[in-house]
C-alpha cells in the first residue's frame, strides 16, 4: 500500500491523497518517516484534492438551495472533515496536538466527526468548558482573562488544564485546581503581532491579554514548580511566516523559562486550511521548536476547522432606491453577521461581482432598524427581485457565537449538509428563543 501511494504521489495522482488518509496512524507516521522526501509533493496533492472536494460540495449545495429556508446558515459536515484531514496530517508530521476553539465555532452538531481527528478543545469561560466536556468529551483548556470564585470550580470540574491571565488570579487559585489534579497554564504577551485590525490584535498597546515579559521576569521564578506549561496568541487569520517571527520574539523573551515547562501553546489564529497557508513552513517551525525545547506543543485553531465550510441563505425582501438601488432582504448584518460590521468585511455572495462592474448594482441591507446594518455593495448579471435567495460563503465561523436577537429578529436556523449529501435542519428558532434572552 505504502509504495502504491508514493508511485501514485509521483505521478501526481490525487487517489494517493485518499490511500494516505485511509491509513491507520501508526501506518501514516510510518510513511512520512521513510518517504520524507515525498511529502511536499503530498502537500500540494492535498490541497488540489481538497479544491475539487469543496467545488463540488458547492454544486451539491446550490442543488438543494430551494430546501432552504430563510435565514439559515448551512454547514457542510464533509467540509469541515476535509480540513480536519489537514489539521491531522499537521499532527502526524509533528507530533503537536490540536485543540479546536470554540469561540469561532461551537455547533456540536459536526463534534462528533471532529473529535475523531483533533484532541480536543479551547474554552473561554464556564459554558465552552462545559460544552465541550460534553459534547467534544476529549481534552478542554480553558483560558479566561479572569475568572470568578463563582466560576473557577465549574471550570475546573469540566477542564483538563487552566491557563491564568495573570499571576495574581494563579495565585487566587492554583492551590484549588491543583488539588483537583489538574493543569495549569499562564498566558504570555510575546511582545510582537501583525494583526492589522487592532480590535483583534491580542498584543496591541495596552492589551489586557497576556503577562508582559518584565512581569514575567519577575513573577515566574515564584510559581515554577506548579505552572506546568506556557501559553501566548498572537495571531488572526494569517500564515505561518507570521508565526515564525512572532515565535521568534517568543522564544527571545520566554524560552529560558522553557526547561520547566510540560507543554507550550501556540494559540489560535494559524489558517491552516486556506488554500495558499505554508503548511510545510508550519511543519518545520513546530518540529524545530520541539526539537530545541522538548515540549509538548498545541494549536488551538478555531476558523481554520471550519474555513469555507458554511453558507449563510437570506431572501430579498423588498428593493428601495435612494441614490441606488438598495435589497432589503430578510437576514441582518448586525443580528447574523456581526463581523461583517465589526472587522469590518465585505462578504461574498455567490454569483455576484464588485459593485459596477456588472449591469446591476445593488447595495445589500438588513432587515433592522439600524442605519449601518448594511452587508456591502455588489453587481450582478441579472436584476434582483422579491424571494431572491442570496448566498454567503465562508459563514460557519464567528457567526453563529456571536449571533443576537437585536430588534427581536428571529435566530437563523442551522442545516447540516451530510456527508451522505442530505440536508438535515439541527435547529430553528422562535419567539421563545428571543423571549428567553430577555
Known amino acids: 500500500m505504502m509504495k502504491d501511494i ?22 501514516r507516521k510510518a510513511f512520512i518517516v521513510e518517504y520524507k522526501d515525498s511529502l511536499e509533493k503530498l502537500t500540494l ?71 475523531e481527528y483533533l484532541d480536543g478543545v479551547c474554552a473561554s469561560g464556564v459554558n ?80 489586557r491579554l497576556g503577562v508582559i515579559r518584565e512581569i514575567f521576569e519577575k513573577e515566574y521564578p515564584n510559581y515554577e514548580k506548579i505552572i506546568d506549561g506556557i501559553h501566548f496568541h498572537a495571531m488572526c487569520e494569517q500564515n505561518s511566516d507570521v508565526l515564525q517571527r512572532v515565535l521568534a520574539r517568543f522564544i527571545e523573551n520566554y524560552g529560558k523559562y522553557l526547561d520547566n515547562v510540560k507543554w507550550v501553546s501556540f494559540g489560535g489564529g494559524h489558517h491552516i486550511t486556506r488554500e495558499d497557508y505554508d503548511v510545510e513552513l508550519l511543519v518545520k517551525l513546530i518540529t524545530d521548536f520541539k526539537r530545541s525545547f522538548s515540549v509538548q506543543v498545541y494549536l488551538e485553531p478555531g476558523e481554520a476547522s471550519v474555513l469555507d465550510c458554511g453558507y449563510y441563505v437570506t431572501s430579498v425582501l423588498d428593493i428601495v432606491k435612494n441614490g441606488m438601488d438598495i435589497a432589503v432582504v430578510d437576514g441582518s448584518a448586525e443580528a447574523h453577521l456581526p463581523d461583517v460590521l465589526l472587522m469590518p468585511y465585505r462578504p461574498n455572495i455567490i454569483g455576484s461581482f464588485p459593485p459596477y462592474e456588472r449591469p446591476y448594482t445593488y447595495r445589500i441591507g438588513g432587515v433592522s432598524c439600524l442605519a449601518g446594518d448594511v452587508i456591502g455593495d455588489y453587481s450582478f448579471e441579472e ?56
Open 45 to 115: 496533492l492535498m490541497k488540489q484534492r481538497k479544491k475539487a472536494i469543496f467545488e463540488q460540495r458547492l454544486r451539491l449545495f446550490l442543488d438543494l438551495l430551494e430546501e432552504v429556508q430563510t435565514p439559515s446558515y448551512v454547514i457542510d459536515e464533509q467540509l469541515i472533515e476535509e480540513n480536519m484531514k489537514i489539521m491531522r496530517y499537521v499532527k502526524d508530521r509533528t507530533g503537536c496536538k490540536v485543540l479546536h476553539a470554540l469561540k469561532a465555532y461551537a455547533s456540536y452538531h459536526t463534534f462528533p466527526m471532529m473529535r
Open 128 to 207: 465552552e468548558a462545559r460544552l465541550g466536556y460534553d459534547e467534544f468529551k476529549k481534552e478542554v483548556h480553558t483560558f479566561g482573562a479572569a475568572y470568578s470564585e463563582a466560576d473557577i470550580k465549574s471550570i475546573v470540574k469540566f477542564s483538563n488544564v487552566v491557563i491564568f491571565n495573570s499571576f495574581t488570579q494563579l495565585e487566587k487559585f492554583a492551590e484549588y485546581v491543583k488539588k483537583q489534579k489538574k493543569q495549569i497554564g499562564i498566558r504570555v504577551n510575546p511582545g510582537y503581532s501583525e494583526v492589522k485590525t487592532k480590535m483583534y490584535d491580542p498584543c496591541a498597546p495596552n492589551s
Open 383 to 438: 436584476p434582483l427581485k422579491e424571494k431572491k435567495k442570496l448566498v454567503f460563503t465562508d459563514m460557519a465561523h464567528y457567526t453563529i457565537v456571536k449571533n443576537n436577537c437585536f430588534n427581536g429578529i428571529i435566530l437563523p436556523s442551522i442545516f447540516i449538509l451530510k456527508k451522505d449529501g442530505s440536508l438535515k435542519l439541527a435547529k430553528s428558532f422562535s419567539f421563545s428563543d428571543f423571549k428567553r434572552r430577555l
Open 6 to 27: 508514493l508511485e501514485g504521489i509521483t505521478l501526481g495522482n490525487p487517489l494517493a491523497v485518499e490511500k494516505y488518509f485511509d491509513l491507520e496512524e501508526d501506518e
